[in-house]
């Protein structure tokens, strides 16, 4: 298959193209600075320029026209800590997704695979009331916010999508995944996924239509 990464730089994005490699798909993917991206490596291909330029947008879809597209963008603050300033405009995440939806429908290209987190969308309600009190009121409600953006327009758009909701991300080394319910009912305050199996299951995710147009919360 030809997979367009958007976001490729980042640590979910490496392990993405890592995966999508192992599995012999061809790659492309649109970087800002492409020596972050190491050495060349057979299958992928690398075009330089931002998520937030269309003609960039455009041009990555024209290297190698994707049958799918998988986005691992983030809204970084100034550190992790989600009281940390946040360091990227409001809408980053949901512009870029709106140029991607944009040239998917120019280029005719059918699915994006979208890297959100639990508690965006339906599964807001069914989140520990501690943790949407620290989504809420610390700088990670301008992160949730570009999330539920995103949800909303590339619903509208009419695209077929599968957005993936995972709980707070770890470096660990699990890769079973265990696939909750759109509104996350039932998810644990302590629970968390590796970025490891993350990745997977995005690749999953484009591989097959089983999620399309759905947005499951996933944990280990
Ligand atoms: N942290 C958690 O516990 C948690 C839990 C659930 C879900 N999530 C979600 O997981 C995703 C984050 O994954 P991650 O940790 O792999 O992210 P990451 O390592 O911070 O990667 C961020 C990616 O976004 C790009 N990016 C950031 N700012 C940009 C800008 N201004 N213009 C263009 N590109 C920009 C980066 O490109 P450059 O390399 O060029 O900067 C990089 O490719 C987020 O959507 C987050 O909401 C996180």
């Known amino acids: 298959m030809r997979v367009l990464v958007i976001g490729g730089s980042g640590r979910c994005g490496k392990l993405v193209i890592e995966e999508l490699l192992n599995r012999g798909h061809q790659v492309t993917t649109l970087v800002r600075n492409t020596t972050s991206m190491g050495d060349a490596r057979p299958g992928l291909k690398l075009v330089q320029g931002t998520p937030t330029n269309l003609d960039d947008v455009r041009a990555a879809f024209q290297a190698d026209i994707p049958e799918v597209v998988i986005v691992t963008l983030n809204a970084p603050r100034a550190t992790d800590s989600p009281f940390a300033a946040p360091i990227t405009p409001p809408r980053l995440m949901a512009d870029c997704n709106a140029n ?23 599964s807001w309600a069914n989140m520990h009331y501690v943790l949407r009190l620290l989504m809420s009121k610390s700088n990670m409600s301008y992160q949730y916010e570009d999330h539920n953006h995103t949800d909303r327009e590339v619903r509208e758009s009419g695209v077929n999508f599968v957005m993936v909701r995972p709980s707070r991300l770890v470096e660990t080394d699990e890769t079973e995944v265990k696939v909750w319910p759109n509104d996350g009912k039932g998810v644990g305050l302590m629970a968390s996924t590796s970025r490891v199996s993350v990745a997977r299951w995005l690749v999953d995710a484009a591989e097959t239509t089983e999620w399309d147009n759905t947005a499951p919360v996933i944990t280990n």
């Open 100 to 122: 991607v939806v944009k040239a998917m429908q120019e280029f005719g290209v059918r699915k994006t695979v979208i890297l959100q987190a639990f508690g965006v969308g339906e």
